[in-house]
Protein backbone atom coordinates (compact mmCIF):
# COMPACT_ATOMS: atom_id res chain seq x y z
CA UNK A 1 0.00 0.00 0.00
CA UNK A 2 0.88 3.28 -0.70
CA UNK A 3 0.97 5.98 2.00
CA UNK A 4 -2.36 6.41 3.46
CA UNK A 5 -5.24 8.44 2.91
CA UNK A 6 -6.95 7.98 5.70
CA UNK A 7 -5.66 5.88 8.77
CA UNK A 8 -7.17 4.82 12.33
CA UNK A 9 -5.08 3.77 15.01
CA UNK A 10 -5.90 2.08 18.21
CA UNK A 11 -9.46 3.53 18.24
CA UNK A 12 -11.57 3.29 21.15
CA UNK A 13 -15.03 4.36 20.84
CA UNK A 14 -18.61 4.31 21.84
CA UNK A 15 -22.23 5.30 22.26
CA UNK A 16 -21.78 5.45 26.01
CA UNK A 17 -18.71 6.46 27.81
CA UNK A 18 -16.51 3.55 29.43
CA UNK A 19 -18.39 0.95 26.91
CA UNK A 20 -16.21 1.11 23.81
CA UNK A 21 -17.69 -0.74 21.22
CA UNK A 22 -14.67 -0.55 19.05
CA UNK A 23 -11.70 -1.23 21.41
CA UNK A 24 -8.32 -0.78 19.45
CA UNK A 25 -9.41 -1.24 15.82
CA UNK A 26 -6.69 0.09 13.68
CA UNK A 27 -7.17 0.48 9.48
CA UNK A 28 -5.28 2.27 6.53
CA UNK A 29 -6.52 3.34 2.97
CA UNK A 30 -4.75 4.95 0.46
CA UNK A 31 -5.98 6.91 -2.59
CA UNK A 32 -7.89 4.81 -5.34
CA UNK A 33 -7.99 1.66 -3.24
CA UNK A 34 -10.95 -0.41 -2.31
CA UNK A 35 -10.50 -1.92 1.26
CA UNK A 36 -13.75 -3.77 3.02
CA UNK A 37 -14.28 -4.69 6.59
CA UNK A 38 -16.32 -8.21 7.19
CA UNK A 39 -16.52 -9.62 10.21
CA UNK A 40 -19.20 -11.37 12.53
CA UNK A 41 -23.13 -9.34 13.77
CA UNK A 42 -21.81 -7.07 16.86
CA UNK A 43 -18.45 -7.26 15.82
CA UNK A 44 -18.38 -2.88 15.62
CA UNK A 45 -17.76 -2.69 12.10
CA UNK A 46 -20.61 0.02 11.36
CA UNK A 47 -19.34 1.80 14.49
CA UNK A 48 -15.92 1.97 13.96
CA UNK A 49 -16.66 3.76 10.24
CA UNK A 50 -19.36 5.75 12.22
CA UNK A 51 -16.62 7.19 14.20
CA UNK A 52 -14.42 8.05 11.33
CA UNK A 53 -17.24 9.82 10.26
CA UNK A 54 -17.80 12.07 13.46
CA UNK A 55 -20.87 10.10 14.31
CA UNK A 56 -19.97 7.82 16.94
CA UNK A 57 -17.82 9.57 20.27
CA UNK A 58 -14.33 9.12 20.14
CA UNK A 59 -13.09 8.02 23.16
CA UNK A 60 -9.27 7.53 22.82
CA UNK A 61 -6.75 6.60 19.70
CA UNK A 62 -6.00 8.40 16.36
CA UNK A 63 -7.71 9.33 13.13
CA UNK A 64 -6.02 11.32 10.48
CA UNK A 65 -6.77 12.32 6.86
CA UNK A 66 -4.35 13.15 4.64
CA UNK A 67 -2.05 13.35 7.58
CA UNK A 68 -4.13 16.00 9.54
CA UNK A 69 -6.02 15.09 12.74
CA UNK A 70 -9.23 14.63 12.36
CA UNK A 71 -10.86 12.55 15.47
CA UNK A 72 -13.43 13.99 17.07
CA UNK A 73 -14.10 16.95 14.77
CA UNK A 74 -18.00 17.12 14.05
CA UNK A 75 -19.50 15.70 10.63
CA UNK A 76 -19.68 19.13 9.04
CA UNK A 77 -16.05 19.70 9.41
CA UNK A 78 -15.36 15.88 7.78
CA UNK A 79 -17.34 16.88 5.21
CA UNK A 80 -15.19 20.08 4.18
CA UNK A 81 -11.85 18.38 4.75
CA UNK A 82 -13.02 15.56 2.36
CA UNK A 83 -14.41 12.55 3.79
CA UNK A 84 -18.07 11.37 2.56
CA UNK A 85 -20.17 8.84 4.13
CA UNK A 86 -23.24 6.77 3.40
CA UNK A 87 -25.36 5.23 5.88
CA UNK A 88 -26.77 2.17 5.54
CA UNK A 89 -30.56 3.24 6.46
CA UNK A 90 -31.89 6.60 5.77
CA UNK A 91 -29.79 7.75 3.71
CA UNK A 92 -32.00 10.26 0.59
CA UNK A 93 -34.73 12.16 0.92
CA UNK A 94 -37.79 10.28 -0.04
CA UNK A 95 -39.84 13.68 -0.27
CA UNK A 96 -37.50 15.35 -2.13
CA UNK A 97 -36.40 14.96 -5.82
CA UNK A 98 -33.18 13.39 -7.35
CA UNK A 99 -32.02 17.11 -7.71
CA UNK A 100 -33.45 18.21 -4.49
CA UNK A 101 -31.29 15.67 -2.66
CA UNK A 102 -28.16 16.80 -4.61
CA UNK A 103 -28.63 20.47 -3.38
CA UNK A 104 -28.97 18.93 0.10
CA UNK A 105 -25.96 17.24 -0.40
CA UNK A 106 -24.34 19.92 -1.83
CA UNK A 107 -25.07 22.80 0.87
CA UNK A 108 -21.82 23.40 2.10
CA UNK A 109 -20.89 24.63 -1.55
CA UNK A 110 -20.25 28.51 -1.88
CA UNK A 111 -20.32 28.14 -5.54
CA UNK A 112 -20.05 26.01 -8.60
CA UNK A 113 -22.80 23.71 -8.13
CA UNK A 114 -24.61 23.52 -11.24
CA UNK A 115 -20.69 21.96 -12.56
CA UNK A 116 -20.94 19.50 -9.49
CA UNK A 117 -24.28 18.61 -10.26
CA UNK A 118 -23.45 18.21 -14.43
CA UNK A 119 -20.37 16.16 -13.19
CA UNK A 120 -22.59 13.46 -11.35
CA UNK A 121 -25.16 13.35 -13.62
CA UNK A 122 -22.22 12.10 -16.17
CA UNK A 123 -21.50 9.70 -13.57
CA UNK A 124 -24.84 8.53 -12.44
CA UNK A 125 -26.82 8.73 -16.30
CA UNK A 126 -29.78 6.87 -14.43
CA UNK A 127 -29.90 9.25 -12.12
CA UNK A 128 -29.93 12.08 -14.72
CA UNK A 129 -32.89 10.66 -16.51
CA UNK A 130 -35.01 10.89 -13.00
CA UNK A 131 -33.51 13.86 -11.73
CA UNK A 132 -37.18 15.32 -11.14
CA UNK A 133 -38.71 11.80 -9.96
CA UNK A 134 -38.99 12.23 -5.98
CA UNK A 135 -36.81 9.40 -3.98
CA UNK A 136 -39.73 7.28 -3.19
CA UNK A 137 -40.52 6.19 -6.48
CA UNK A 138 -37.08 5.03 -7.12
CA UNK A 139 -35.77 1.50 -6.62
CA UNK A 140 -33.74 0.30 -4.29
CA UNK A 141 -30.32 0.47 -6.16
CA UNK A 142 -31.30 3.65 -7.99
CA UNK A 143 -31.69 5.09 -3.96
CA UNK A 144 -28.58 3.79 -3.28
CA UNK A 145 -26.71 5.06 -6.15
CA UNK A 146 -28.12 8.58 -5.29
CA UNK A 147 -27.16 8.39 -1.74
CA UNK A 148 -23.71 8.03 -3.32
CA UNK A 149 -23.99 11.19 -5.77
CA UNK A 150 -25.19 13.23 -2.54
CA UNK A 151 -22.31 12.00 -0.90
CA UNK A 152 -19.75 12.73 -3.94
CA UNK A 153 -21.14 16.57 -5.01
CA UNK A 154 -18.94 17.67 -2.09
CA UNK A 155 -15.77 15.68 -4.02
CA UNK A 156 -14.46 13.69 -1.08
CA UNK A 157 -11.47 11.70 -1.41
CA UNK A 158 -12.54 9.38 0.78
CA UNK A 159 -15.95 7.93 0.33
CA UNK A 160 -17.27 5.20 3.35
CA UNK A 161 -20.17 3.43 2.62
CA UNK A 162 -22.11 1.26 5.52
CA UNK A 163 -23.82 -1.82 4.43
CA UNK A 164 -24.34 -0.37 0.65
CA UNK A 165 -25.59 -3.98 -0.33
CA UNK A 166 -28.63 -3.80 2.42
CA UNK A 167 -31.62 -5.05 1.38
CA UNK A 168 -30.84 -5.04 -2.45
CA UNK A 169 -31.03 -7.94 -5.15
CA UNK A 170 -28.11 -9.79 -6.25
CA UNK A 171 -28.03 -7.82 -9.56
CA UNK A 172 -28.42 -4.46 -7.77
CA UNK A 173 -25.56 -5.18 -5.01
CA UNK A 174 -23.25 -6.45 -7.79
CA UNK A 175 -24.14 -2.97 -9.50
CA UNK A 176 -23.52 -0.97 -6.71
CA UNK A 177 -19.97 -3.08 -5.70
CA UNK A 178 -18.87 -2.08 -9.73
CA UNK A 179 -19.69 1.81 -8.88
CA UNK A 180 -17.27 1.05 -5.61
CA UNK A 181 -14.79 -0.23 -8.02
CA UNK A 182 -15.04 2.39 -10.93
CA UNK A 183 -15.30 5.34 -8.19
CA UNK A 184 -11.71 3.93 -7.19
CA UNK A 185 -10.15 3.95 -10.34
CA UNK A 186 -11.43 8.21 -9.88
CA UNK A 187 -8.36 8.10 -6.99
CA UNK A 188 -11.17 7.89 -4.44
CA UNK A 189 -10.48 5.96 -1.52
CA UNK A 190 -13.76 3.59 -0.95
CA UNK A 191 -14.02 2.18 2.26
CA UNK A 192 -16.73 -0.28 2.63
CA UNK A 193 -18.60 -1.94 6.11
CA UNK A 194 -20.59 -5.35 4.47
CA UNK A 195 -22.08 -8.78 5.02
CA UNK A 196 -21.85 -9.69 1.37
CA UNK A 197 -18.63 -10.06 1.73
CA UNK A 198 -17.63 -12.61 -0.99
CA UNK A 199 -19.05 -10.30 -3.27
CA UNK A 200 -17.19 -7.38 -1.67
CA UNK A 201 -14.04 -8.74 -1.61
CA UNK A 202 -14.37 -9.35 -5.01
CA UNK A 203 -14.33 -5.99 -5.64
CA UNK A 204 -11.75 -5.36 -3.25
CA UNK A 205 -7.59 -4.61 -3.21
CA UNK A 206 -7.45 -5.00 0.91
CA UNK A 207 -9.63 -6.14 3.73
CA UNK A 208 -9.95 -6.16 6.88
CA UNK A 209 -11.71 -8.75 9.48
CA UNK A 210 -12.87 -6.89 13.04
CA UNK A 211 -13.82 -9.18 15.58
CA UNK A 212 -15.31 -7.99 19.46
CA UNK A 213 -14.32 -4.45 18.03
CA UNK A 214 -10.57 -4.60 17.00
CA UNK A 215 -9.30 -5.89 13.59
CA UNK A 216 -7.97 -9.81 13.70
CA UNK A 217 -7.09 -10.16 10.21
CA UNK A 218 -5.67 -8.13 7.49
CA UNK A 219 -4.26 -8.34 4.08
CA UNK A 220 -4.97 -8.89 0.22
CA UNK A 221 -8.71 -8.75 -0.84
CA UNK A 222 -8.16 -12.20 -2.98
CA UNK A 223 -6.02 -13.95 -0.01
CA UNK A 224 -8.68 -13.31 2.24
CA UNK A 225 -11.42 -15.10 -0.09
CA UNK A 226 -9.32 -17.84 -0.33
CA UNK A 227 -8.21 -18.05 3.63
CA UNK A 228 -9.79 -21.64 4.97
CA UNK A 229 -10.21 -20.07 8.25
CA UNK A 230 -11.59 -16.70 6.95
CA UNK A 231 -14.21 -18.74 4.62
CA UNK A 232 -15.06 -20.65 7.58
CA UNK A 233 -16.01 -17.91 10.21
CA UNK A 234 -17.60 -15.38 7.82
CA UNK A 235 -18.13 -16.69 4.07
CA UNK A 236 -20.28 -19.77 4.81
CA UNK A 237 -18.44 -22.28 3.44
CA UNK A 238 -14.33 -23.56 2.76
CA UNK A 239 -12.00 -22.94 -0.03
Known amino acids: M ?3 L ?4 DVFAGYVADLAIVRGASI ?3 SGEVVTIIGPNGAGKSTFVKTMAG ?7 AI ?3 GRAIGGLPPQDLVRAGLGFVPQTANVFTTLTVHENLRVGGHLLRHGFAARAAAIYSLFPDLADRRRHLGSQLSGGQRQMLAF ?3 LIMEPRV ?4 EPSAGLSPKMANMVFEKARSLARTGIAVLMVEQNAKAALAVSDRAYVLVEGREQLSGP ?4 LDDPAVRRLYLGGHA
Open 2 to 4: TEP
Open 6 to 9: LEAR
Open 28 to 30: AIA
Open 55 to 61: LVRLFSG
Open 64 to 66: TLA
Open 149 to 151: ARA
Open 159 to 162: LMLD
Open 221 to 224: ADRL
